[in-house]
Each structure stands twice: as structure tokens, then as C-alpha cells.
């Protein structure tokens, strides 16, 4: 059963850092995308960043880029996103997601629709 759970949510003052952790099981860790994602109230949810775990390749969404880092523990099964200089506007629900990479897709690394294992979700709040 794949199983992916989100930790390292809270709240943090804007400029501040969160280190997020998705740990992974129930499937071959070096062969899934894995994915973080983001909901807040009101909004559809959107692709934040994507690690591809075959090769490491690493995508961003534009108003992360700079800010975010996404990495992948292979010895734990756990992918990270690190956020430093955290704005009001990223406060949200974050959520992993993983998907087979081996698979063949139309959409970019950041579609919330290629994804079909996802975590429950962590909250991020973000004060100004």
C-alpha cells in the first residue's frame, strides 16, 4: 500500500524557514516522482516542486524559485522541501504526491492531475 505522510508544518513569521518532510512507503522509492503541491483556502491546488528520483532532476514553480529546495533521502525513503524566505502568500496546505516515473505524460512535473498516491497534508501559516 503506498503511503506517503507530510511533516514539519507550522506557523512562521514571513522571512522566516520551514524544512517539510515526506516520508515514503509501500512502493520503489527510485522509481516514483515525487511531488510537493499546495492548497489554500479558496484556491485550486498547485504544483510547488517536483524531484525526479531516477536522476535527481529537480523542477520549481516560478513563484518558488530561489526560495525552495526540494531533496531526497534514498537511504530514508523521504523527500524535503526546505523554504526559506517564506511570504504570507505561500501559507497553505502542502501536500506529496507520488507518481510512477516511468510512465509517459503530457503535462509538465508540476501537474496535480498526473499524481494518484497523495498524503494527507501539513499546514503552513505564515504571519506578516
Known amino acids: 500500500e503506498v503511503q506517503l505522510v507530510e511533516s514539519g508544518g507550522g506557523l512562521v513569521q514571513a522571512g522566516g524557514s520551514l524544512r517539510l518532510s515526506c516520508a515514503a512507503s509501500?512502493?520503489?522509492?527510485?522509481?516514483?516522482?515525487i511531488g510537493w503541491f499546495r492548497q489554500a483556502p479558496g484556491k485550486e491546488r498547485e504544483g510547488v516542486s517536483c524531484?525526479?528520483?531516477?536522476?535527481?532532476?529537480?523542477y520549481y514553480a516560478d513563484s518558488v524559485k530561489g526560495r525552495f529546495t526540494i531533496s531526497s533521502d534514498h537511504a530514508k525513503n523521504t523527500v524535503y522541501l526546505q523554504m526559506n524566505s517564506l511570504k504570507p502568500e505561500d501559507a497553505a496546505i502542502y501536500y506529496c504526491?507520488?507518481?510512477?516515473?516511468?510512465?509517459?505524460?503530457?503535462?509538465?512535473?508540476?501537474?496535480?492531475?498526473?499524481?494518484?498516491?497523495w498524503g494527507q497534508g501539513t499546514q503552513v501559516t505564515v504571519s506578516s
Open positions: 524531484i525526479d528520483n531516477t536522476d535527481g532532476s529537480t
Open positions: 504526491a507520488a507518481r510512477f516515473s516511468k510512465m509517459i505524460y503530457y503535462n509538465d512535473y508540476l501537474s496535480v492531475s498526473d499524481f494518484g498516491s
Open positions: 509501500g512502493f520503489t522509492f527510485d522509481d516514483y516522482d
